[in-house]
T-cell receptor
């Protein structure tokens, strides 16, 4: 079935450690790709997006993500995590090549806990 | 301040009692959308609207209605709520389409007993 998958439901890292959150998609075409973050009790905020071009994209709050077509992945990274990064992170896609410009499809989310 | 507002923020209701959750944006955005968030399922799109009087189904439209009579407002209507519609609901808007940055409201926590 076509989907967006975030394999890790929950991740705990120590403050200052590096972080990688995984996202895989299974669609016939390459979608537009996004990472959103949801802080506790808040709505979602866009971290970064990939449409085309350079496969390494920079976002806000020191995050970056790399698109790998061969692996159908768009993993989110941060070199040094801060306690304020504790939140839920969502990968999302828009199936532009299929003409589905109105639908934003989310993964299940990954909850990040940061240990002091 | 540019924002998306939702009302109410919290609602407890009973099965079958019609309710409306309002959503309003002050950014002159063309695109608006409703999502529900459930543990382990992420956010799922209910309905979206690309412009006034233009609405379309998302992935989970059953049991919901929407209307877009004005650009700034996009209410979500539950004609006959059921317990399986207990969820956290988010409204969002963007300049044009789904791949433009979505601006989310603060959420509405709905409980149907």
């Amino acid at each position: 079935a076509q989907s967006v998958t975030q394999p890790d439901i929950h991740i705990t890292v120590s403050e200052g450690a590096s972080l990688e959150l995984r996202c895989n998609y299974s669609y016939g075409a390459t979608p537009y790709l996004f990472w959103y973050v949801q802080s506790p009790g808040q709505g979602l905020q866009l971290l970064l997006k990939y449409f085309s071009g350079d496969t390494l994209v920079q976002g806000i709050k020191g995050f970056e993500a790399e698109f790998k077509r061969s692996q159908s992945s768009f993993n989110l990274r941060k070199p040094s995590v801060h306690w304020s990064d504790a939140a839920e992170y969502f990968c999302a896609v828009v199936l532009i090549e299929l003409g589905d410009t109105g639908k934003l499809i989310f993964g299940q989310g990954t909850t990040l806990q940061v240990k002091p | 301040e540019a924002q998306v507002t939702q009302n109410p923020r919290y609602l407890i209701t009973v099965t079958g009692k019609k309710l409306t959750v309002t959503c309003s944006q002050n950014m002159n955005h063309e695109y608006m959308s409703w999502y529900r968030q459930d543990p382990g399922l992420g956010l799922r799109q209910i309905y979206y609207s690309m412009n006034v009087e233009v609405t379309d189904k998302g992935d989970v439209p059953e049991g919901y209605k929407v209307s877009r009579k004005e650009k700034r407002n996009f209410p979500l209507i539950l004609e006959s709520p059921s317990p399986n519609q207990t969820s956290l609901y988010f409204c969002a808007s963007s300049l044009y389409l789904a791949h433009y940055e979505q601006y989310f409201g603060p959420g509405t926590r709905l409980t149907v007993t």
